[in-house]
Each structure stands twice: as structure tokens, then as C-alpha cells.
């Protein structure tokens, strides 16, 4: 095959599509208008593959005759719209992979629980000996996997942005964990275009494929009921009981799928909590889909480690525990965490901003929260929704700074929650920056 392909973005995603793309013999060229991190870079040497970085060659750009955009491009980006105003296709690296793999997908997506559902998935499928990547927002490249490894089936963790450049990809099983008002930015501030995206995991789907999700979430249930879906649909609940799906009986899993029933008591679950509940189910419904032995999946659900950046106990300083939860970017998964851990909490919040409505947190942050750490750039919606709530209020613009503030006015007892309900960009690299620099910074007190 030859052709021009056109990568946008030199990271994680752009250089594994970068590297399949040239294995199957297309001209290939990566532009990304920022730096290529030194890993990347060397890869695109070591496989000859031209690259530019610090800007766009638009002249170049517009040559291809298809272009894979990174998920972290916005379609307001200049370069976007001189592409589409060319009509060249641009597509997401996940669906010019799945073009070259015969492998099962198991597809995740929501706007909470996703990673951890990924990588508890993930896990008990290694555990039971099947030939399986990890991929998507986690993981390597799905692209770059593709061109180097032959598995048989994939977990794959897919946000929004990457659903939207998927067209012809298919989900085996498709897993939708949960949704709420999140990246609104991203999509002119109208909930219901970000829900039709995560609708799209269900394209595709035929009568022998799997639509597994969340039967408490109103959104999914609403939504539901405006698509014709063929595929499996394999409920999951903390509240209903389902002849086919998963629910919680008597502190008990239980797992019901045809000729195939699954039971585990929910305090040996390695991760406690409602939330961890709905990630447990959802895995366990994969597991049992695919036929793994019990035992596998009880042994893999009681000793899965968790996350890292996500409710990540640190360490305890003189009696007040420190947890890092830099991966909660929106309002749910600051109330995930809320609900978690006990009070009294000192809250470190703030960053980027992606049209948060506050209110959601109002019950949790009256009852549990005594301080209120703003770290952000611009926090005046934090103290317009919880100045008057809450009678200490802190800004600072660094990390350090932050963590050395909760801990003055902390006492033994106490729990210092790193969940800024905000994305990192305006003062950290990504939430993973953020979370290392909040251990390190808690280490050195």
C-alpha cells in the first residue's frame, strides 16, 4: 500500500500510529507545533521517519491524503480547519489501528472509572493467560502495538476525543461506565454533543457484540432509548437485579450471564467503595463474557493494586494522611473521591477549568471539607460557589506551596485530598505532573 499519511502530534498515540503507518508502506510525516519528547524522537529516527516540530508545514500538511490527529487537538486549531476546509479525512490513531488487527477490542469509556475498569479488566485477563494488550489512554499505543505485537485481544481505554475520529472501528465489547458533564469546552458547552460522543463506542456493533453499562446512570438510560442497539446489552447496578447483567445482592457480585453465573462477596474486593463496585462489575462481566475460570476473576478483583494519581494514599505526616487523586479532572470524580474518604478533608483544588458546576460538590464539601486550598491560575469560581461555605480559603500557584499550607492547618486525623476537579495545564505538564509533584512535595515536609 502507498499513500500519504500525515500524523499530527509527535507523543504517545501520533508516534505509534507514525511507526504502523510506515510498516505497511505509506509515506509518512509527523508535525507537531510543539517539542517531541527526546523517547519519541529517537523512535521516528530509528525508523526513518521525517519529522518536524515547533510548528506546522501547513504546504506539507495539506499534501496528505489522510491525516491522524492526536485526541489533544481541538477542532477550533488553525491547522484542523484548513484541513477539513480541504476535505481531508482525518482520523484518530485508534481507528487506523484497528484497520490492521483481527483481535477482540474490549473498548472502555466514561467519564469516571475508565482507567481503573481498563486496567482491572486488563489484569484478570493477563492473569488468565490470554494473549492481550493494554492500549488507548493507558498503556502503549494502540497503533504501535499493532505493528510489533500480534494479540489477541485488546483493552482499550477511549475518551472522547479519540471516539470522535473513530469511524469504521468497531468495539466487540463495548463498555460505557458512566456519564457526566465533562470537557464541555471541548464541546461548545452543549452536554449533549459530548454524550453523542460516547454513544459512538456503540457504532458499528452487530447482534454478536456486547453493550455493557451502567444501569444507574439516567444519562445512559435516556440516551438508550433514542438508539436501535443490536449488540448483547449486559446491565450492571448497585440498585436493580437483572436476569441477565451484574448486581449487588446481600454485600454479594453477582454476575448472570447465559449459563454462567459469577458470585463473590463485595469486602474482598481489593478496591472498596460504590464507585469501585461499578469498575469491579464491569470487569467481572468482561471476565465472565469471555468465559475465564471464577477463580481467576475472584483472585484478580481481591489483588488488583489500584491506580496511580487516583485516591493513591501517600504517606501519613504526623497523623494526617495525604492522598493523591491529581487524576479527578472533573466534578464527578472530585465527589467519587469525597464520598471515599472520610472527613474532616483539606481540599486541594483548581487548574483549567472546563465548565464546572460546582453545586454537585455542595453536600459533600458542607459536611466533610474544613479547608479549601485553591492552586490554580484563576480561581474565582471555586470562591464564588464556596466562599461563605467554607470559612478558610487558600490560593496559592504551586504545588509546594499548597501541600505545605494543608499540612499547617492540619491536624492528626485529618485527610489532604489532592482532587482538583480541574484539568493541570495552566501550571503542570498533565495530571500525572501535578500528582508526582504533590508526593514529592509531600515527601519533603
Known sequence: MSGNIKILGGGESGTGA????????????????NFIKPKYKELLIKYAIP???????????????????SPGIPENAEIIKLIRERGINIISEIEFAGRYTKAKKICITGSNGKTTTTLLTYHILKKAGLNVGLAGNVGNSFALQVAQNDYEYYVIELSSFQL???YKFKAEMGVLMNIT???LDRYDYSFQKYIDSKFRILQNQTQDDYFIYCADDDVIIKEMEKHKI????????????????????????????TNNRFTMSIFELSLQGNHNAYNSMAAAIVASSLWIRKSVIR??????????????????????????????????????????????????????????????LMDSVKQKVKVIICLGKDNSKIHNAFDGVIKTIFDTTAMAEAVRTAYY???????????????????????????YQFKAAVREL
Open 230 to 257: 443490536i449488540s448483547k446489552q449486559i446491565p450492571f447496578s448497585l440498585h436493580k437485579k437483572f436476569v441477565q447483567g451484574a448486581y449487588i445482592d446481600d454485600n454479594q457480585i453477582i454476575v448472570n450471564l
Open 409 to 435: 492547618h492540619g491536624q492528626k486525623g485529618d485527610n489532604v485530598l489532592l482532587s482538583p476537579a480541574c484539568a493541570s495545564f495552566d501550571l503542570f505538564q498533565d495530571y500525572e505532573d501535578r500528582g
Open 181 to 183: 458533564p465533562d470537557h
Open 18 to 33: 507514525a511507526l504502523l503507518a510506515k510498516t505497511k508502506g505509506f509515506n509518512v510525516f509527523v508535525s507537531d507545533s
Open 51 to 69: 519529522f518536524e516540530e515547533g510548528s506546522h508545514n501547513k504546504e506539507i500538511i495539506l499534501s496528505a491524503d489522510e491525516i491522524i490527529a
Open 299 to 360: 483472585n484478580s478483583l481481591s489483588d488488583f493494586q489500584g491506580v496511580e494519581h487516583r485516591l493513591e494514599p501517600v504517606i501519613k505526616v504526623r497523623g494526617i494522611q495525604f492522598i493523591n487523586d491529581s487524576k479527578a479532572t472533573n466534578i464527578n470524580s472530585t465527589w467519587y473521591a469525597m464520598e471515599t474518604i472520610p472527613k474532616p478533608i483539606i481540599w486541594i483544588v483548581g487548574g483549567v477549568d472546563k465548565g464546572n458546576d460546582y453545586s454537585m
Open 164 to 166: 470522535d475520529g473513530m
